[in-house]
């Protein structure tokens, strides 16, 4: 059963911080493209932040560029992708998915096969 699940503390104030983990069981997940996806009221759902398989490219939204931190870590028997938000903004505010798919990863990519249920991330103001 392939699963990717998401947690985190979700309520922060504006400049704050929170980190995002996403574990990743069911397949080969370490040979994965994954990333971060959100989806705020009443908006389309983008594309946050992708790591490619092996960790050595990284790619973020221009929202985000220089605030938010993708990494993975690939073990024998769990594949854990962390997004690490800093400086967050009332903006930020929105459901967050975690992605997975065995393709590879490039600038701006949305057609991930894998998702996570989604966790909600506040930032007030």
């Known amino acids: 059963q392939v699963q990717l699940v998401e947690s985190g503390v979700g309520l922060v104030q504006a400049g704050g911080s929170l980190r995002l983990s996403c574990a990743a069981s069911g397949r080969t997940f370490s040979s994965y493209a994954m990333g971060w996806f959100r989806q705020a009221p009443g908006k389309e759902r983008e594309i946050v932040a992708s790591i490619s398989w092996n960790a050595l490219r990284t790619y973020y939204a221009d929202s985000v560029e220089g605030r938010f931190t993708i990494s993975r870590e690939n073990t024998r028997n769990k594949i854990t992708v962390t997004l690490q938000m800093n400086s967050l903004k009332p903006e930020d505010t929105a459901v967050y998915y975690c992605?997975?798919?065995?393709?590879?990863?490039?600038?701006?990519?949305?057609?991930?096969?894998?998702w996570g249920q989604g966790t909600q991330v506040t930032v007030s103001s």
């Open positions: 992605v997975a798919d065995p393709g590879s990863v490039y600038p701006g990519r949305l057609d991930y096969a894998f």
